[in-house]
């Protein structure tokens, strides 16, 4: 049986199309993990400075809603960068609007709530 010899060029060539494959593949799924932000943010009673607890905080136009937890914090994520209204209700307070929001980078917001009437 007669040997078939590769020379190490060749399999050097192909180790290293292999690598530059993987270090493509690497480099857009950071580029696709970075494009992704965070909107965050508090809701607090606008008198008492009180966290509010279980309000209802949505993105205009999406169909993503969140809910304050305990300490009335709220989060967004894997958002893509990109102008964002925020609307926020709660019983027996006014509706709050946040316009405008330029998400580029992750971003933290503190809406205040006021009693209604």
């Given amino acids: 049986m007669k040997k078939i010899l590769v020379p190490s060029t060749i399999i050097v060539a192909i180790l290293l199309i292999g690598f530059i494959s993987i270090k493509k593949a ?3 799924k950071l580029h696709n993990e ?4 965070v909107l965050s943010g508090q809701v607090i009673d606008l008198v008492s400075g009180e ?3 279980g309000v209802e905080v949505e993105i205009e136009g999406h169909d993503q809603k969140v809910y304050t ?3 009335g914090n709220f989060e967004f994520s894997n958002l893509k960068p990109g102008e964002y209204n925020i609307i926020a209700s709660y019983i027996s307070y006014n509706k709050s609007y946040v316009e405008n929001i330029n998400l580029r980078t992750n971003e933290a917001l ?3 709530l006021q009693a209604s009437r």
Avoid: E
């Avoid at 970075?34 to 932000?37: A, T």
């Fill in 51 to 53: 966290y509010l607890t």
């Fill in 26 to 28: 690497d480099a857009k």
């Fill in 34 to 37: 970075q494009s992704n932000v």
């Fill in 110 to 112: 503190s809406i205040k």
């Fill in 69 to 71: 937890d305990f300490d």
